[in-house]
T-cell receptor, first 112, second 109 residues
Framework: DADVTQTPRNRITKTGKRIMLECSQTKGHDRMYWYRQDPGLGLRLIYYSFDVKDINKGEISDGYSVSRQAQAKFSLSLESAIPNQTALYFC???????????FGQGTRLTVV | AQRVTQPEKLLSVFKGAPVELKCNYS??????LFWYVQYSRQRLQLLLR??SRESIKGFTADLNKGETSFHLKKPFAQEEDSAMYYCALLLSGNTPLVFGKGTRLSVIA
């Protein structure tokens, strides 16, 4: 079984719709991250959380929100999706400094 | 703010040729540096971290604090090395893992 699981794997949604991407991990790590991947732009950090009560904005948080429901779960929401949010979204978890980050398989989101 | 720079978007080499993927960072302290790799249709996975000073799949990377670089090297490229490579930076304290824009390595037979 994968250490980090993202659902859905693929999603097509219409402009203006609300959508939630979910992430769960079995590593027992406190730190969780959401990134988006775009060609030529690499991985950009959207939000991160270092424990259940901690939520921090990344470099591109506008238009997104997150919820840390439990140590193992970190969901990303697009309140009103727009076409330039079309991207591949990755969730990751790590144990902090000195440890490896583990990634989900990605969610390919298309906003039409 | 900390920053990771990978100057090459695409690097094409012939099989058996040496490979060097460049990574520079902007931070004057003691960061942790990593290389992650993403093979086609797979999730990102850790390739190397500087604190381990190890060689994985023939790749090595040395942290040069004077040049603030962490270049990834392999003496003889293989076709299976074709992938997207990301350099990543982690500072001390409660800071997030930050990635460069990535370099796509294409090894030509």
């Amino acid at each position: 079984d994968a250490d980090v699981t993202q659902t859905p794997r693929n999603r097509i949604t219409k402009t203006g719709k609300r959508i939630m991407l979910e992430c769960s991990q079995t590593k027992g790590h406190d730190r969780m991250y959401w990134y988006r991947q775009d060609p030529g732009l690499g991985l950009r950090l959207i939000y991160y959380s270092f424990d259940v009560k901690d939520i921090n904005k990344g470099e591109i948080s506008d238009g997104y929100s997150v919820s840390r429901q439990a140590q193992a779960k970190f969901s990303l929401s697009l309140e009103s999706a727009i076409p330039n949010q079309t991207a591949l979204y990755f969730c990751a978890t790590s144990g902090g400094r000195g440890t490896e980050a583990f990634f989900g398989q990605g969610t390919r989101l298309t906003v039409v | 703010a900390q920053r990771v720079t990978q100057p090459e978007k695409l690097l094409s080499v012939f099989k058996g040729a040496p490979v060097e993927l460049k990574c520079n960072y902007s931070y004057s302290g003691s960061p942790e540096l990593f290389w992650y790799v993403q093979y086609s249709r797979q999730r990102l996975q850790l390739l190397l971290r500087h604190i381990s000073r190890e060689s994985i799949k023939g790749f090595t990377a040395d942290l040069n604090k004077g040049e603030t670089s962490f270049h990834l090297k392999k003496p003889f490229a293989q076709e299976e090395d074709s992938a997207m490579y990301y350099c990543a930076l982690l500072l001390s304290g409660n800071t997030p893992l930050v990635f460069g824009k990535g370099t796509r390595l294409s090894v030509i037979a």
